[in-house]
């Protein structure tokens, strides 16, 4: 029987969960036909895709098996690709079987190792907080008292969302904070660092060889998130940032530095920053793919106009992004927030229809239903929901924000909460 190829380009994306809706839409609106992997079968982007695979797609001979039989259909797949997930050694795997564009194998594991990535910074005078990877607390207790510093991180080496982090402040809290590490970690592998205090960004950005643009720049909110502590828990960003320009410009080159460092020479790097007072901008981490929830999605085609994710497409197509469409078009002023509340059953829900009404009220999304228990927060992806406003003016901004807290109620146990944080001081 001779094989037809077919003329329709299709682009893998792995995951068809709430966080690749957008790039799987975006695909398509670029003419695109989607394969989307995804182990839960209700995952919404199984139905979107163009074709739609409830297969867990860190299975990689499941995932050759199905690609294979496509091919040979006639299918004319040009590329694999990722939105919030982070799984570059996976689109290494992938994209090197097939002769596809994507990160090197090298790239793959460094980015998803937060110790090799360290080393490899470090070798390359990248400034980076101190770190050490650590068996156990005697050894962190040495390490703390050699470097003198107010305050420490210890993380997973090979996690992602905040699973397994925590800020220590006392030796008593290092016993737990460890063995919290050690079971969030795949590989059983923790690491320290010195925490640094300053502004922290959130930065995306587009590398194509020599050629590279940052369009992806906010500022985290942590402001009164104390209440979660020894959790580090960021609630949503800013943009624009309120860094100066200067500042800006150092922060942009430290990335795009940073990302041909790691091996990212064709493709997105996803970078979080920290201003040192006195040593400047300094990278706490950085991920060979795009970021989930709402910064590429929300935050930067709000505030000005730019979606990369069509970059980022390109590229995995083997394609030059239309680096015009890179640059800003407006500026506005844009917040995302998320929504927080104690353990329990969340009963009910009201207000909606009143904060509907918001002006610059751009989403409005709630992760649990009607009679589903909440637990316990301890990491980003167990927020209750989250909500995006846009306005020209940061204070407007501001002032809708607290709207949205003080008007919309969530009743768990019994009891009506606005989601506010700040209100989990009583719990």
């Not at 070798?123 to 207790?141: A, D, H």
């Not at 800003?328 to 009910?348: H, T, W």
């Amino acid at each position: 029987m001779e094989r037809v190829i077919l003329k329709d380009k299709y682009l893998v994306i792995l995951g068809g969960g709430i966080d690749q809706l957008f790039m799987i839409n975006t695909a398509h609106n670029m003419g695109l036909k989607t394969i989307v992997f995804d182990a839960d079968i209700n995952a919404p982007g199984l139905v979107i895709a163009t074709h739609g695979f409830d297969i867990n797609f860190s299975e990689i001979p499941k995932v050759f098996n199905c690609l294979d039989n496509l091919i040979f259909k006639g299918l004319d797949i040009k590329g694999v690709s990722t939105m919030g997930s982070d799984v570059p050694h996976l689109l290494a795997q992938i994209a090197s079987r097939y002769d596809w564009p994507g990160p090197s194998i090298d790239t793959g594991k460094i980015t998803t190792n937060k110790y090799l990535m360290k080393l490899r910074l470090q070798e390359k005078n990248i400034p980076i907080p101190r770190f050490e990877l650590v068996k156990g607390v005697t050894e962190i207790e040495f390490i703390w008292d050699k470097w003198d510093c107010k305050s420490l991180v210890i993380k997973p080496t090979d996690s992602a969302g905040s699973r397994g982090v925590r800020i220590i402040k006392k030796k008593k809290e290092l016993e737990d904070a460890f063995n919290h590490a050690f079971k969030n970690s795949n590989k059983g592998e923790v690491i320290v660092e010195e925490f640094i205090e300053g502004i922290q960004i959130s930065t995306e950005s587009i590398i194509y060889d020599e050629i590279s643009i940052t369009p992806g720049f906010a500022d985290r909110v942590y402001e009164g998130m104390d209440i979660f502590f020894p959790q580090i828990m960021e609630n949503g960003g800013w943009i624009p940032s309120v860094l100066s320009k200067e500042t800006v410009s150092d922060v942009k080159n430290l990335v795009e530095k940073t990302a041909r460092v790691l091996g990212i020479s064709r493709g997105v790097a996803k970078g979080d920053v920290v201003i040192d007072p006195l040593k400047g901008p300094m990278i706490i981490e950085m991920a060979a793919r795009l970021s989930g929830g709402d910064f590429s999605e929300s935050l930067v085609p709000l505030g000005s106009g730019v979606n990369y994710i069509e970059s980022v497409i390109n590229i995995a197509l083997g394609e030059m992004p239309d680096w015009k469409k890179l640059h800003e078009k407006f500026n506005k002023s844009v917040a995302n927030r998320y929504f927080f509340l104690p353990p329990g059953e969340l009963q009910d829900i009201k207000g909606q229809e009143k904060i509907q009404k918001v002006e610059g009220l751009n989403k409005l999304e709630f992760f649990y239903n009607i009679n589903e228990y909440i637990p316990k927060i301890q990491n980003h992806g167990q927020r209750v929901g989250v909500f995006v406003i846009v306005n020209q003016n940061r204070n407007d901004v501001q002032e809708k924000v607290n709207f949205v807290y003080n008007n919309l109620q969530f009743k768990v146990n019994g009891k009506w909460l606005s989601g506010n944080p700040q209100q989990l001081k009583e719990y």
